[in-house]
C-alpha cells in the first residue's frame, strides 16, 4: 500500500515493512520498528479500502 511518500509492505505469513520512498527508493532500511503508529495509521487506510471492495485476507496477516 502507498500513501504519500509511505509504503506499506506485507510478505505474507511476515510481519508489514515500511519504507520512505523519497529516502529509500530500493526499500533497504525498513523502518516498521521505528513508525509502529505509521504501520497502523496505513493499515487502517488499507483496512476501509478492503472493506469497500470486499477484500479478504489470509488470517496470520497482521503483525
Do not use: F
Not at 23 to 33: F, G, H, I, K, S
Request: net charge neutral.
Amino acid at each position: 500500500m502507498r500513501q504519500a511518500k509511505w509504503k506499506l509492505v506485507s510478505r505474507y505469513p511476515d510481519t508489514c515493512e515500511l519504507y520512505d520512498m523519497e529516502a529509500d527508493r530500493t526499500e533497504m532500511t525498513n523502518l516498521a520498528v521505528q513508525s509502529p503508529e505509521r504501520i497502523r495509521e496505513l493499515l487502517a487506510h488499507y483496512d476501509a479500502w478492503a472493506t469497500r471492495v470486499g477484500v479478504v485476507e489470509p488470517k496470520g496477516l497482521r503483525p
